[in-house]
């Protein structure tokens, strides 16, 4: 069994949730913030087979997209003052898979 943490932007995470429940995911879905953007994003959880990570992955991908987005360049860059906007890409999914040593549900 692996752990999948997938850390994509709010704007996917209702179709993410859709997909995942309709392909028999089971997840743990938590709001949290980006660093880069301070932007909303959500970590899904998910306790996933061996052989189903894959099929997981393919599920996430299918659902979170890139989009580019502009932000003032004082933001990107501190020290650069106000500046013209500067277009960044944002989205997609972020996915660690990390070893689960025990699993255990009651």
Do not use: W
């Not at 997938?6 to 993410?16: C, E, F, N, P, W």
């Not at 995911?25 to 996933?48: E, Q």
């Not at 990570?53 to 003032?72: F, G, N, P």
Request: charged share 25%.
């Amino acid at each position: 069994m692996k752990m999948i943490l997938a850390i994509v932007q709010d704007k996917d995470s209702q179709q993410l949730q859709t997909k995942l429940v309709k392909d028999g995911f089971r997840f743990t879905r938590l709001p949290s913030t980006g660093g880069f953007l301070k932007s909303g994003n959500s970590t899904f959880i998910m306790g996933v087979e061996e052989e189903k990570i894959d099929a997981a992955l393919e599920v996430i991908k299918s659902a979170c997209h890139t989009r580019t987005q502009y932000v003032t360049s004082s933001f990107v860059l501190p020290e650069s003052g106000i500046g013209d906007p500067v277009e960044v890409q944002v989205g997609g999914a972020t996915c660690f898979i990390l070893p689960v040593d025990k699993f255990v549900r009651f």
